[in-house]
């Protein structure tokens, strides 16, 4: 068999199979057993993007965006859109308009 001649049995091949199999699986359990690892992945991708530390700006009321203090919103839904975005009432109006 080909297989064979190229050193590459098929025995191997079936392990390689199984391994990638078990991969997949310990990935959809670890997606499941755990929602905020990706979140947390994703804040340190973020951070890392974008040299920002969201989290950090927001608990220190500090806009991520001008880096100027954020405690001033005309409304709820602004204030709330700040800590997720970390947008202040200023860039809020300028990034999603009025
Ligand atoms: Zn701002």
Redesign the pocket.
Known sequence: MNWCNNGLHLEDLSVVVARLGDFAASLRSMKMAKPTFKSEEMEKTLIKMTGIDRRKCITADI??????P?KNFKDAISEKEYRISG??????DETFGE
């Open positions: 806009c991520t965006w001008c880096g100027k954020a947008f202040c009432q200023k860039c809020q």
